[in-house]
């Protein structure tokens, strides 16, 4: 049975993923790049240096990695400040099953420390997630593995005894190469290709919570 599970935080626990598109339009268009669909899929859940060093390259930037993750920070920053923050149907439900079976709980977002703080804080998230790492904690963001040994090693859990909850390509494939069980959360919004997963779910209803505990190795 597993003993943790990891989650990712935007577009598999809250759905930010629309604030974001927006913010991600209306940057490059300030910037003067031009992102194509299919690109534009490749950087979800990425790791944000190797994102902006893409993005500068192609649209040969003057300003540095560093100086264009700043303003992307600050773009969505003010965005999610005036936002309403929805967190997915079915989470909280997820959530209180797994507490009520001694599941420990781990937060993995490549997003940066005050995203994170004030999407939790905002739909009240925070008080189930103690343990949370950021992209800015580690070297090699997703795809990589690392994120998640990191939450695994907070979790003080072998990477064995972990499943994780992604909305991600790179997420799946940073969790599977971090030999950990797999579920990846599609939502209507989505064109993500989650199919490397060991269980692809479209809501948090009552039949897919049940699939995920089955997965963990609960059984009602």
């Known amino acids: ?84 923050i929805k967190v997915f149907a079915g ?8 507490l009520n079976n001694d599941i420990k709980l781990a937060l993995a977002s490549s997003s940066n420390w005050k ?27 997703k795809p990589a593995p690392d994120i998640f040994l990191a939450a695994a090693q907070l979790l003080n859990c072998v990477p064995e005894q972990c499943m994780v909850l992604e909305d991600s390509k790179n997420g799946v494939l940073g969790s599977l190469a971090a030999n950990m069980i797999t579920v990846g959360h599609k939502d209507s919004n989505s064109r993500q290709d989650l199919s490397m997963a060991h269980l692809v779910i479209d809501s948090y209803s009552n039949d897919n919570r049940d699939l995920i505990l089955d997965l963990i190795g609960l059984s009602k």
């Open 1 to 84: 049975m597993r003993k943790a599970v990891i989650f990712d935080m935007d577009g598999t626990l809250v759905d930010t993923e629309p604030i974001y598109h927006r913010c991600n339009v209306a940057l490059y268009k300030h910037l003067g790049v031009e992102i194509n669909r299919e690109l534009y899929e490749s950087f979800v859940g990425i790791d944000s240096k190797k994102k902006w060093a893409t993005i500068k390259e192609r649209g040969q930037l003057s300003q540095s990695v560093e100086e264009l993750m700043m303003l992307s920070k600050q773009y969505k920053l003010e965005a999610l400040e005036v936002a309403t």
């Open 91 to 98: 989470v909280i439900e997820l959530i209180d099953e797994l």
């Open 115 to 141: 995203t994170i703080d004030q999407n939790l804080s905002k739909t009240g998230l925070d008080k189930y997630f103690g343990l949370k790492v950021s992209g800015e904690d580690i070297d090699n963001g």
